[in-house]
C-alpha cells in the first residue's frame, strides 16, 4: 500500500501539492476557529500543532476524496489512478489522433489530458466524484479539445465516440458491454484497463488491458 502511495506521488506530484494546499487550508481555518470557541492555547503549542498537522495534510484530504469514492462504488468503480504503463497501452491500442474519445469514470482527467495531447479531436471524462470532477477541471483548464463533467457513466450518450475508455470492476462489466453493444456504432473501439468485458473478444491485450472492436 504504502509503495503504491509513493509510486502516485512521483508520478503526480502536482495532486500532492493541491491536497497539501487543501489540507493547509483547513488546518489554518481550524486554528483561526479555536478561539471562536473558547479554546486558548499558546502561540509555541498552537504552531507545533499547525506543522504537525501539515505533515499529515494529504491524508487527511485522501480520506474524504476516497469516501466519496466508496459512496459512488455500487454505481461504477471506487476511484484507482490509471499508471502510466497502463496509460501509455490504452493510448497506443486507441490511436486517438483525430478521434473522439471519452474516459467513462474519468478520475483525476489523466486519460482526458493524455488523448488530447495525443490529438484527439476532442477529448471528454463523465466522472461521478465531485472533488475529482473540479480538480480535472483545473488540471485541463489550459488543455484544448478537453472537457469533464459531473455524471453518472450509465446516463452518459456514448454513440458519437469513436474511442471509450473504461477501468471498471467486474461487477460492473456486463452491463457496461450491454451498454456499449447498445450505444456504440460499428467500428468504435473500446479500451479496458484491468477488467475484461465479458462475452466479447478482445482485438488486442498487454499489460493488463484490453481493446475491443464493436461490430
Same mark, same amino acid.
Given at each position: /500500500?504504502? @509503495?503504491? #502511495?509513493?509510486?502516485?506521488?512521483?508520478?503526480?506530484?502536482?495532486?500532492?501539492? &493541491?491536497?497539501? %494546499?487543501?489540507?493547509?487550508?483547513?488546518?489554518?481555518?481550524?486554528? =483561526?476557529?479555536?478561539?471562536? $470557541?473558547? #479554546?486558548?492555547?499558546?502561540?509555541?503549542?498552537?504552531?507545533?500543532?499547525?506543522?504537525?498537522?501539515?505533515?499529515?495534510?494529504?491524508?487527511?484530504?485522501?480520506?474524504? =476524496?476516497?469516501?466519496?469514492?466508496?459512496? *459512488?462504488? %455500487?454505481? !461504477?468503480? %471506487?476511484?484507482?489512478?490509471?499508471?502510466?504503463?497502463?496509460? +501509455?497501452?490504452?493510448?497506443?491500442?486507441?490511436?486517438?489522433? !483525430?478521434?473522439?474519445? $471519452?474516459?467513462?469514470?474519468?478520475?483525476? !482527467?489523466? $486519460?482526458?489530458?493524455?488523448?488530447?495531447?495525443? !490529438?484527439?479531436?476532442?477529448?471528454?471524462?463523465?466522472?461521478?466524484?465531485? =472533488?475529482?470532477?473540479?480538480?480535472?477541471?483545473? +488540471?485541463?483548464?489550459? &488543455?484544448?479539445?478537453?472537457?469533464?463533467?459531473? /455524471?453518472?457513466?450509465?446516463?452518459?450518450?456514448?454513440?458519437?465516440?469513436?474511442?471509450?475508455?473504461?477501468?471498471?470492476?467486474? *461487477? $460492473?462489466?456486463? +452491463?457496461?458491454?450491454?451498454?456499449?453493444?447498445?450505444?456504440?456504432?460499428?467500428?468504435?473501439?473500446?479500451?479496458? @484497463?484491468?477488467?475484461?468485458?465479458?462475452?466479447?473478444?478482445?482485438?488486442?491485450?498487454? @499489460?493488463?488491458?484490453?481493446?475491443? +472492436?464493436?461490430?
Amino acid at each position: /500500500g504504502l @509503495n503504491m #502511495i509513493r509510486e502516485l506521488a512521483a508520478e503526480q506530484p502536482e495532486f500532492v501539492q &493541491a491536497a497539501q %494546499i487543501l489540507g493547509g487550508t483547513a488546518v489554518l481555518i481550524v486554528a =483561526l476557529s479555536l478561539p471562536l $470557541i473558547g #479554546i486558548s492555547f499558546s502561540a509555541a503549542a498552537l504552531a507545533a500543532d499547525v506543522a504537525l498537522l501539515r505533515d499529515f495534510a494529504p491524508l487527511l484530504c485522501a480520506v474524504p =476524496l476516497f469516501a466519496l469514492s466508496a459512496v *459512488h462504488l %455500487i454505481n !461504477g468503480a %471506487i476511484y484507482v489512478p490509471t499508471l502510466e504503463p497502463s496509460l +501509455r497501452t490504452m493510448l497506443a491500442f486507441a490511436k486517438v489522433d !483525430g478521434k473522439r474519445v $471519452i474516459d467513462l469514470g474519468s478520475g483525476d !482527467g489523466r $486519460i482526458v489530458a493524455a488523448a488530447a495531447a495525443a !490529438g484527439a479531436a476532442a477529448s471528454h471524462g463523465t466522472e461521478n466524484n465531485p =472533488l475529482l470532477v473540479l480538480y480535472s477541471k483545473v +488540471r485541463l483548464a489550459s &488543455a484544448p479539445r478537453t472537457s469533464v463533467w459531473w /455524471g453518472d457513466l450509465w446516463s452518459t450518450d456514448c454513440s458519437s465516440y469513436d474511442v471509450v475508455f473504461v477501468f471498471g470492476m467486474n *461487477h $460492473i462489466m456486463e +452491463r457496461l458491454e450491454r451498454k456499449l453493444k447498445t450505444e456504440l456504432r460499428g467500428g468504435a473501439l473500446v479500451v479496458s @484497463n484491468g477488467f475484461q468485458m465479458p462475452t466479447w473478444a478482445a482485438e488486442a491485450s498487454d @499489460n493488463g488491458c484490453w481493446s475491443y +472492436r464493436v461490430t
